[in-house]
């Protein structure tokens, strides 16, 4: 998924992570190409771009990186999955 092993080993290691991730996972392959993929993979862009402005309350460097460190694993997920470009 062109994602380190390492990195998936850490990140489903946690029950919530695993929870988002199978659910990215079941709707790359359940949700066909069509205007319901397409909205939820605009909602995730806005997400993914809203996060990346909130450098304040999710820092990118630093002791409280895990929120942001969270986020960039997902946003890997989404476009190793094909959800978001």
């Known amino acids: 998924m062109g994602i380190p092993k390492a990195t998936r080993r850490k990140w489903m290691g946690n029950t919530a992570m695993q929870e ?5 996972v ?3 392959g359940l949700v066909p190409e ?5 909205r939820a993979a605009s909602e995730l862009v806005e997400m ?3 996060a990346d ?3 304040e309350a999710l820092p990118d460097k630093g002791p ?3 929120a942001r460190s969270a986020l960039e694993f997902l ?3 989404t476009e190793s999955l094909g959800l978001v470009e």
């Open 20 to 24: 988002v991730a199978t659910v990215l």
């Open 26 to 28: 079941a709707h790359s």
């Open 34 to 38: 069509g205007s319901s993929r397409s």
């Open 48 to 50: 993914f771009a809203r």
């Open 53 to 55: 402005g909130e450098t």
């Open 64 to 66: 409280d990186t895990a």
């Open 75 to 77: 946003r890997r997920l």
